[in-house]
């Protein structure tokens, strides 16, 4: 429990963590990855790379910090770093490791005339507590996903049963379980976490399941990206009948019932969630205007697929748009997203539920021109495929 004095450090930190807190989060996974290797296949080296990863924990460990008084006020924070947490299989053993690199980077960026030791022993308190409910959320969604049916706690081999391209960047991969036994219900958005072994190094990774929930298998669609370690293991290795080892649904970013009209925004490989959502929102006979992006014609994926659910569903409307097309494509527009073309493209019936996905960039120009195009923000709804990060200007 904290004491009141430590809670006023904590809160009196926040300036330092608003200037120097990427710089703290940085030297953090720079001891933590260096110096405990069995942590390594949690984290995402291009994250690191990148820098996205060290500033979302910056940004994560800020918030945390602003609101100790009202950790209610962290809003959706918690279940997102949850999700994550549950979809890698973070443990509770892996938490003191991440403790004591913590302390130890806060005393090595701040100086032990910043980071006395009552800064340390309130830092201490206060990650534990954090550390607590974490732990405890966690173990609550390692239980409820092995209590489902079919469902299933840690890893579970499933074997590749199809390969299938869906564009010159995209492949699906169709899964089915060695033991044979039936696969558990997920909400339509959420995203499995594989492991691999690769050369004798672990690593993991989350993937969006895009097709709905069948009770047979499950499917992934994976882009294949430049330097991608994973990706491209997966589209060139991978191979129907080889076997990966799957830790069950997790996320977030899951379609609400509603009886608003639907509104699914996405762009490139952005589109892989929003496929198991139109399946679940099809059946709901709600009016859905499906809006993609892409640069063109070979790289958009399932065209085919959802041209042929408009044309069986009449309150289903697509809209196409490409950056860069090519000779003999057909979109129904070129350029790039602009509150103009939404606004053309949307119902007139602003009250609807949008749910976007993309490139950073894109979802921040969407985000924008919602806005201000008079969808309540709080029927906005988006994820990141990586690290969390603001899409304020």
């Not at 405990?36 to 910056?58: E, K």
């Not at 962290?74 to 913590?102: D, F, M, R, T, W």
């Not at 966690?138 to 209590?147: K, L, M």
């Not at 003999?328 to 350029?335: L, M, T, V």
Request: with cysteine; net charge negative; proline share 6%.
């Amino acid at each position: 429990m904290l004491s009141a004095e430590q809670r006023e450090i904590i809160k009196a930190t926040v300036p330092l963590l608003e200037t120097g807190g990427e710089a703290l989060t940085t030297h953090f996974y720079r001891v933590m990855l260096g110096e405990y290797p069995q942590v390594r296949p949690l984290f995402n080296q291009a994250h690191q790379a990148s820098g996205d990863q060290p500033r979302a924990l910056a940004n994560s460990v800020l918030m945390y910090a602003r609101h100790i008084d009202r950790l209610e006020a962290l809003g959706p924070l918690v279940g997102q770093i949850v999700n994550k947490h549950v979809s890698l299989q973070i443990l509770p053993e892996h938490y003191p490791i991440v403790g004591a690199c913590l302390l130890r980077a806060i005393r090595e960026v701040l100086g032990a005339e910043i980071a006395t030791d009552a800064v340390l022993e309130a830092w201490g308190a206060a990650y534990q507590q954090l550390a607590d409910i974490l732990i405890g959320a966690e173990e609550a969604a390692y239980a409820a996903n092995e209590a489902k049916p079919g469902g299933w706690r840690g890893e579970r081999e499933f074997r590749v049963v199809r390969k299938m391209p869906e564009s010159e960047e995209i492949t699906s991969f169709y899964l089915e379980p060695v033991d044979g036994g039936a696969v558990p219900d997920f909400v339509p958005g959420q995203y499995l976490g594989l492991r691999f072994v690769i050369d004798g190094e672990e690593m993991r990774r989350n993937y969006s399941l895009s097709a709905a929930p069948n009770g047979r298998e499950l499917r992934i669609s994976v882009k294949r990206e430049a330097g991608g370690r994973i990706s491209n293991f997966l589209h060139d290795q991978v191979q129907v009948g080889d076997v990966l080892e799957v830790f069950p649904p997790a996320g977030d970013f899951v379609l609400a019932d509603s009886d608003k009209p639907l509104a699914l925004i996405t762009a490139g490989v952005g589109i892989t969630p929003a496929l198991a959502m139109l399946e679940r929102a099809l059946e709901s006979g709600r009016e859905i205007r499906f809006i993609h992006f892409a640069r063109n014609g070979g790289v958009h994926a399932f065209r085919h697929w959802l041209d042929a659910k408009a044309a069986a569903h009449p309150q289903l409307k697509r809209f196409y748009c490409y950056s860069e097309p090519r000779e003999g494509d057909r979109p129904d527009a070129k350029g790039f997203t602009s509150t103009a073309l939404l606004g053309d493209w949307l119902p007139e019936q602003r009250d609807l539920d949008a749910y976007f996905l993309g490139p950073k960039p894109f979802m921040a120009q969407v985000k924008k021109q919602l806005r201000e195009l008079g969808i309540p923000e709080a029927q906005c709804h988006y994820e990141f495929f990586g690290p969390a990060a603001s899409l304020e200007a």
